[in-house]
C-alpha cells in the first residue's frame, strides 16, 4: 500500500512541502490513504473499514492517527502535511528499522522520530 501526502485543513493531496509530519502504523488493508482526501471523512471511512475486517492494531493505530491529526490541526492553525505510512509497506518497514520505531503509532517531524502526542507534534513543527 503506497503512502500519501494529504493536507489536513483543505483535505487536497499535495507534496510534502513546508511543515509536516508522517504517521507510520497499521492500518486497515482497504484503508488506502489516498482515498482519504478531506479531514472529515478520515473518521467515517475509518469507521466503515474497522467495522469489516480490522485487527485490533489497526483500529488502534487508525483510530490514534485521527485523533492525533485534529489535535495537531488545532494547536498548529493553518494547513499542515500528513503522509500516511503504512508499516507493512516497504517505506514504513525501513522508516521503522532506520528510527527503531516503537509498537504502534509512530511520528515522524523533519525525519525524526517525536512522541505521538499533539503537543509533542505541534512543538516539533514549530521549532
Given at each position: 500500500m503506497p503512502?500519501?501526502?494529504?493536507?489536513?485543513?483543505?483535505?487536497?493531496?499535495?507534496?510534502?512541502?513546508?511543515?509536516?509530519?508522517?504517521?507510520?502504523?497499521l492500518y486497515p488493508a482497504a484503508m488506502s490513504p489516498c482515498s482519504v482526501c478531506r479531514l472529515d471523512e478520515l473518521?467515517?471511512?475509518?469507521?466503515?473499514?474497522?467495522a469489516r475486517e480490522a485487527s485490533a492494531a489497526a483500529r488502534s493505530d487508525a483510530d490514534g492517527a485521527a485523533r492525533l491529526l485534529a489535535a495537531v490541526v488545532d494547536r498548529v492553525g493553518g494547513t499542515v502535511?500528513?503522509?500516511?505510512?503504512?508499516?507493512?509497506?516497504?517505506?514504513?518497514l525501513w522508516l521503522s528499522l532506520r528510527h527503531r520505531l516503537p509498537n504502534g503509532l509512530a511520528v515522524l517531524v523533519d525525519g525524526r522520530h517525536v512522541a505521538a502526542e499533539p503537543e509533542a507534534v505541534a512543538a516539533a513543527l514549530r521549532a
Open positions: 503512502s500519501s501526502e494529504t493536507t489536513a485543513s483543505t483535505g487536497s493531496i499535495c507534496p510534502m512541502a513546508g511543515r509536516g509530519f508522517e504517521l507510520v502504523g473518521a467515517t471511512r475509518l469507521a466503515a473499514e474497522e502535511n500528513v503522509r500516511l505510512t503504512p508499516l507493512d509497506s516497504p517505506r514504513g
